[in-house]
Every structure is written in structure tokens, then in C-alpha cells.
């Protein structure tokens, strides 16, 4: 299998980001879906310096499928169901590759118990927390036609890259 070219990201607005994705019926229906993500995955983060998740809608294809590059690591995901949500909750700064200088606040389970199959069909349990648990919890929602935006924490949960960044270079206020 040789490098494919990369998908187009369906962008914010685009109303099949809002549709809810379908089970595959089997891996060698997968197979192509994850083909292609991983290739995307690595056009965008070449281009934007960033991106460890792209989930299946977000290359126009309604299937349950995720594939994630973290830490050294590939996952791909076949039907993945969550089989438990931590009640301990965490807040953080994400960002999506449907809107990618836009960052958003949100609050999210700090661990996850997620059950799926992988490119061949072998049932797997992955237990994650803090990031990983994050980015789970962002590429499933994917499925459900559910982005970050839907998960702001208030309505000032929201900041361009732009702004994410001049904040985190600029020393803090001194004190009063």
C-alpha cells in the first residue's frame, strides 16, 4: 500500500460533520477508511505541526471509524463503545482538525474504558487517562456528529491559535 494523497478536512459548517457515523460490517470495509486517515492525519501534521486523531466523518465517510498516533502508538478503531467514563473530570484547551485556529475549553472525563476492534477484527479494551482520555473522548463524539464547540465550558471558551499562543508567551500580570 502506497502513500495515498491525503483526504480533504470537512470544516466547521459542513453539515455531515454532524451526522452520525454507521458501524462497518467488517476490517475490509475499514481497510481503505484507514488507509486514508492516516495518510490525512500526517498530510495535516506536517502542514500545522500537530494532530494525533482523525476520526472517519471528518474525511466525508459516515463509518465508526478512528485512527490516533499518540505517544509512539497506532490505534485504529473499529465501532469503539465506551464501556465506563471516569466521574473525576478534567478542563483543558482543545482543538479539532474541523476548525484548526480555533482552540476551545472544555470539560471532559479524566479517564476512559473504551472497547473496539482493530484493522483485523480482534476485539481490544483500552484503558486511558488524562490526554489520551481526552482525545478519545473528542474523535468519538465525531461519531455521534458531536465537535468541541458542543463542549464549550462558557460562552468564553473560545480562542483563535493566534491568541492561545501570544497568551502563553506573554509574562503573567504582576501582582496588585
Excluded at 509512539?72 to 484548526?100: A, M, Q, T, Y
Excluded at 479524566?110 to 476492534?117: H, I, K, P, Q, T
Excluded at 476485539?123 to 458531536?146: C, K, V, W
Aim: glycine share 6%.
Amino acid at each position: 500500500m502506497g502513500l495515498m494523497p491525503a483526504r480533504r478536512i470537512l470544516q466547521l459548517g459542513d453539515p455531515t460533520l454532524r451526522e452520525k457515523s454507521r458501524h462497518v460490517a467488517s476490517p475490509i470495509d475499514a481497510a481503505p477508511i484507514l488507509e486514508d486517515l492516516r495518510d490525512t492525519l500526517h498530510d495535516f501534521r506536517s502542514n500545522h505541526g500537530f494532530g494525533r486523531g482523525i476520526s472517519a466523518i471528518q474525511i466525508g465517510r459516515p463509518a465508526r471509524v478512528i485512527y490516533i498516533e499518540f505517544e509512539g502508538k497506532r490505534h485504529s478503531l473499529l465501532n469503539p463503545v465506551f464501556e465506563s467514563l471516569s466521574e473525576e473530570r478534567i478542563r483543558l484547551w482543545d482543538d479539532c482538525f474541523s476548525f484548526p485556529d480555533l482552540l476551545v475549553y472544555v470539560e471532559r472525563s479524566s479517564a476512559v474504558v473504551l472497547r473496539y476492534l482493530d484493522e483485523r477484527g480482534e476485539p481490544h479494551t483500552l484503558q486511558a487517562s488524562g490526554a489520551l482520555s481526552e482525545l478519545l473522548q473528542h474523535e468519538m463524539d465525531h461519531l455521534d456528529g458531536i465537535l468541541a464547540i458542543d463542549r464549550a465550558v462558557d460562552r468564553d471558551s473560545f480562542r483563535t491559535r493566534e491568541e492561545h499562543r501570544r497568551r502563553l508567551s506573554s509574562p503573567p500580570p504582576a501582582p496588585r
